[in-house]
């Protein structure tokens, strides 16, 4: 891969919360130790179950949130060093993000016109009347006809308002788009036709994506690269062709497979007991291991570290990966989370 768009590099996010004791500081772990790499025309994507840090991860990439600790380089450049007005500007043209629900992301008294118009303004974008060419040219490049410019969001269907969304994103013309479960708040019937929107206009824009889910089989059918997260960390990174092949090492890659319905690729659904641990107190070692059916004592040691898995695209973070069908054989997890 050529030089990342965007790179984070050990990336920690820490967020405080309320203890019990008003004298003990408490934090949720929402991003430990983040690694990830995007490239030029690449999609991303992200899955995971909810809480797991997609997100986070997500709020990072567009400025949202600021790392605890770690690095976070666009186009090379360290923004740590930026300052909030300079990172701000910096990462406000060049990275657009889509919002999970477009009824709450958009301003429900400005109408359509107003909302695709206001990142142009605040960036000062040629002259008043190019703003309004470029309106006019966003909503054609979403599929929005030009008598909708007037009409305010609660006049628009679901669909509607996330092509909105989505035309708002690309209004500065941005390098990298973090999509943020686009589809979730969509009807069924109108799912398809977003993704398949976002589709056309990466391929034609030549942008890279992030594309954030909990559902695998959409992820893989988006992406060039699926990234699975579990409690805060990345634990495996694949090519997409890999999970449609069934080929993915980490148990809990394998665990979300099986979730998802298949009629080609039908798999025996493996049932993960115990809940996901707190990510106020995270397991030690290997965060999966209170729910694994592989799990041994020494998963509690330490996280293991990345091992390759062949593909230098692949590589998967656990002790006792699943490389063979024997290996899904489940037995019962009773393991303590200490």
């Known amino acids: 891969m050529n ?13 405080p919360v309320r203890a019990g004791n008003p004298f003990r500081r408490a934090a949720v772990h929402a991003l430990t130790g983040a690694d990830l790499a995007i490239g030029r025309g690449e999609t991303v994507g ?9 997100s986070t991860l997500a709020k990072v990439l567009v400025g949202l949130t600021r790392p605890t600790s770690g690095t976070v380089l666009f186009e090379g450049d360290d923004l740590g060093t930026l300052g909030r007005r300079d990172r701000a500007t910096r990462l406000g043209a060049s990275v657009g993000m889509v919002f999970q629900d477009p009824a709450t992301a958009l301003n429900r008294r400005l109408p359509v016109r107003a909302i695709l118009r206001d990142p142009l303004d605040v960036h000062r974008r040629g002259a008043p009347a190019e703003r309004d060419a470029r309106v006019r040219e966003l909503m054609s ?9 007037a009409a305010l969001p609660g006049q628009l269907s679901g669909g509607q308002r996330q092509r909105v969304a989505i035309a708002r ?5 941005p390098a990298l788009l973090v999509a943020d479960e686009p589809t979730s708040a969509l009807d069924v019937s109108v799912r398809a036709q977003i993704l398949n929107l976002m589709l056309d206009l990466k391929d034609r824009l030549g942008l890279s994506v992030v594309f954030v889910s909990h559902d695998i ?3 893989r059918r ?8 579990y409690l805060g960390r990345i634990v495996e990174e694949t090519p997409a062709a890999v999970v449609a092949r069934g080929d993915t090492r980490h148990p809990y890659t ?3 497979l099986s979730a998802t319905p298949s009629l080609l690729d039908p798999m025996e659904p493996i049932r993960l007991d115990g809940p996901v641990p707190s990510a106020v107190h995270p397991p030690s070692g290997c965060p999966f291991r209170t729910r694994c059916w592989r799990a041994t004592a020494e998963c509690g040691d330490a996280m293991p570290d990345f091992t390759p898995a062949g593909d230098p695209a692949h590589r998967y973070r656990c002790l006792h990966p699943i490389t063979d069908p024997s290996d899904l054989a489940l037995s019962t997890v009773s393991q303590e989370i200490p």
């Open 222 to 229: 988006m992406s060039d690269r699926v990234v699975t997260m």
């Open 141 to 149: 490049l979403v599929g929005l006809p030009p008598q909708l410019a």
């Open 46 to 54: 992200i899955v995971g179950e909810s809480g797991c840090g997609k």
């Open 169 to 173: 994103a690309l209004a500065l013309e």
């Open 217 to 219: 089989q959409t992820v």
């Open 3 to 15: 030089t990342p768009i965007m790179e984070l590099r050990n990336v920690h996010v820490r967020l």
């Open 254 to 256: 394998r665990a979300l």
